[in-house]
């Protein structure tokens, strides 16, 4: 089964980057590049719906971001 999750990811002033969802919450990921940020958000997204909790269906995001359709398979 595959879910996707869209993920808002911002480089902080320290030099890493952080992922968060506005639809799936605890999806909290941070990570020295891109893809290893990806990568970890990735792990945490399928730690967090194979304890069962669902990432909102009817969330309209803001335009003016960095998001990023994140496909997860269980």
């Known amino acids: 089964m595959e879910t996707i999750i869209t993920i808002h990811i ?4 320290e030099g890493v980057y952080l992922a968060t ?3 799936f919450q605890g999806l909290v990921a941070q990570g020295r590049t891109i893809s290893e940020t990806l990568e970890i958000a990735r792990d945490v997204a399928k730690m967090l719906l194979e304890a069962g909790q669902e990432p909102e269906k009817d969330f309209l995001l803001a335009q003016e971001s960095f998001d990023y359709p994140l496909v997860v398979g269980l």
């Open 10 to 13: 911002e480089k902080l002033p």
């Open 21 to 23: 969802s506005d639809t």
